[in-house]
């Protein structure tokens, strides 16, 4: 699938998609909206570069993740700091998570972090292993590898055939889409 040719057709082909990768990739739906605006406006401020790149919204995945991972690190090490117990992750205060998505989220963040950008990128991103690899930052052997131990680890966690690992990753669509997500006009007056 070509790139879309400007930003506005980016921004309104991808940025559901990507808010559901950085839910999966971080369980935080707050991070995962603010991470993906974010890394718009930033996509935006760098338009004249990021527009040429053969795949821009793989500039702009790339670029939420390390967002949403740089908000999220203080959460997942930290403690609370009034009543010094570990912080809980948000969907465990959110009610309208059913069980089968708070099922998935657990046995993702279950994951180390390479084997969970592996399986997410193979599933939501639909990727080639040399093209997780070069994400990743790992050779094709390895990101096999990854790729088999958290397909293994996410059938078991979730007591299901590994080929349904992407419906069940796709079942928490209906959170992403929870994400507010501001206009298309407010990213370029953010990003200029």
Do not use: K
Not at 30 to 57: I, K, S, T, Y
Not at 107 to 132: C, F, K, W, Y
Not at 146 to 157: E, G, S, Y
Request: charged residues 30%.
């Amino acid at each position: 699938m070509p790139p879309p040719a400007d930003f506005d057709e980016l921004y309104a082909a991808s940025r559901r998609r990507l808010v559901l990768q950085v839910l999966t990739l971080t369980g935080d739906l707050a991070v995962a909206g603010a991470a993906v605006r974010d890394a718009f406006v930033a996509a935006r401020q760098h338009w004249r570069r990021v527009g040429r790149l053969d795949d821009p919204e793989t500039w702009v995945r790339t670029r939420a993740w390390r967002v949403a991972r740089r908000r999220t690190l203080g959460r997942t090490l930290g403690v609370g700091r009034r009543t010094g117990r570990r912080v809980a992750r948000a969907w465990h205060r959110d009610r309208e998570v059913d069980p089968a998505q708070r099922q998935v989220l657990v046995a993702l963040q279950g994951l180390p972090d390479v084997q969970r950008r592996t399986l997410l990128l193979n599933h939501l991103a639909t990727l080639s292993l040399p093209e997780i690899g070069r994400e990743v930052g790992e050779s094709r052997e390895r990101t096999e590898q990854h790729l088999q131990r958290a397909t293994a680890a996410m059938a078991v966690a979730l007591d299901d055939d590994s080929t349904a690992i992407r419906n069940r990753l796709e079942q928490l669509a209906p959170l992403a889409r929870r994400a507010g997500l501001p206009r298309v006009t407010s990213v370029h007056r953010d990003g200029v």
